[in-house]
């Protein structure tokens, strides 16, 4: 176990602008991963961290010892309450992060299975909430177009729960660098398709793409959707939120392929 005390150390420099700036996150291809829940999930799917960072004063949390004690000793890194404060975002959290690469994802060469595309979700929450629908559905891959929030801002990673380590998720992505690699039909919800989204055969392998908060699917993905589809909302609601939306169209298509 390292102990640090200084906040003029390198080491915790690094923490901080990972902790305050998804700019830096993308520089270096590293994020944290904060609180007991986080690291479990990330323990169990993908193994050890980077690096394991604790304060002082958790250990002596059952929950935080737990997880300390799985980490290899030069992996851990301790600090006091009043360096670790400023990296967390958690408001009451456990003092306990852990620094891990973030994975970059892979485009495939053929599209055949279920897929997600995020076409600028802005907003985190709502990022976080389609990746944990999208793990909990079955569907392993999700690409996020330019504008989409940053997967793995601490934000969306809080609201993922701990989807993130099932699955791949390319970000960065273009209409053309992705639309000629799907082999699957495309669809998108719209309010003015005439097909109901029970209407619509999901038995077999789709794509789904869900769109900006406010502008929904941009023209770029709409020209090549197959299938619109509507939500039938008889309460009258103008639209649906879109991790609301995306929850019931994947599972909507669970629910068929299980009849």
Same mark, same amino acid.
């Given at each position: 176990?390292?102990?640090?005390?200084?906040?003029?150390?390198?080491?915790?420099?690094?923490?901080?602008?990972?902790?305050?700036?998804?700019?830096?996150?993308?520089?270096?291809?590293?994020?944290?991963?904060?609180?007991?829940?986080?690291?479990?999930?990330?323990?169990?799917?993908?193994?050890?961290?980077?690096?394991?960072?604790?304060?002082?004063?958790?250990?002596?949390?059952?929950?935080?010892? /737990?997880?300390?004690?799985?980490?290899? %000793?030069? +992996?851990?890194?301790?600090?006091?309450? =009043?360096?670790?404060?400023?990296? *967390? @975002?958690?408001?009451?959290?456990?003092?306990?992060?852990?620094?891990?690469?973030?994975?970059?994802?892979?485009?495939?060469?053929?599209?055949?299975?279920?897929?997600?595309?995020?076409?600028?979700?802005?907003?985190?929450?709502?990022?976080?909430?389609?990746?944990?629908?999208?793990?909990?559905?079955?569907?392993?891959?999700?690409?996020?177009?330019?504008?989409?929030?940053?997967?793995?801002?601490?934000?969306?990673?809080?609201?993922?729960?701990?989807?993130?380590?099932?699955?791949?998720?390319?970000? /960065?992505?273009?209409?053309?660098?992705? %639309?000629? +690699?799907?082999?699957?039909?495309?669809? =998108?919800?719209?309010?003015?398709? *005439? @097909?109901?989204?029970?209407?619509?055969?999901?038995?077999?392998?789709?794509?789904?793409?869900?769109?900006?908060?406010?502008?929904?699917?941009?023209?770029?993905?709409?020209?090549?959707?197959?299938?619109?589809?509507?939500?039938?909302?008889?309460?009258?609601?103008?639209?649906?939120?879109?991790?609301?939306?995306?929850?019931?169209?994947?599972?909507?298509?669970?629910?068929?392929?299980?009849?």
């Amino acid at each position: 176990m390292k102990l640090i005390s200084s906040k003029d150390n390198p080491f915790y420099k690094r923490l901080k602008l990972l902790a305050q700036s998804n700019q830096q996150r993308r520089k270096l291809g590293q994020t944290l991963l904060e609180g007991v829940h986080l690291a479990d999930a990330y323990l169990g799917a993908l193994g050890q961290p980077l690096v394991c960072v604790a304060a002082e004063s958790a250990l002596d949390n059952d929950e935080v010892a /737990h997880i300390w004690a799985r980490i290899e %000793a030069d +992996r851990r890194v301790c600090l006091p309450e =009043a360096l670790f404060e400023p990296l *967390s @975002t958690l408001v009451n959290g456990v003092s306990l992060l852990f620094v891990v690469e973030m994975p970059s994802g892979r485009l495939p060469a053929s599209q055949t299975t279920d897929c997600v595309i995020l076409d600028a979700v802005q907003d985190a929450g709502n990022v976080g909430s389609i990746l944990r629908s999208a793990a909990a559905a079955g569907v392993r891959d999700v690409y996020c177009m330019s504008g989409t929030a940053l997967t793995w801002s601490s934000k969306v990673l809080r609201a993922g729960m701990g989807a993130h380590f099932s699955l791949n998720i390319v970000e /960065h992505c273009t209409p053309d660098s992705l %639309a000629p +690699r799907l082999s699957v039909p495309l669809l =998108a919800t719209s309010l003015q398709a *005439s @097909t109901s989204l029970y209407e619509q055969d999901l038995r077999s392998p789709v794509a789904w793409v869900f769109g900006n908060e406010g502008a929904g699917v941009s023209p770029h993905w709409l020209g090549r959707v197959q299938t619109p589809v509507r939500i039938p909302q008889p309460g009258g609601m103008e639209s649906l939120n879109v991790a609301a939306c995306a929850a019931i169209c994947l599972f909507e298509a669970v629910r068929q392929r299980l009849s």
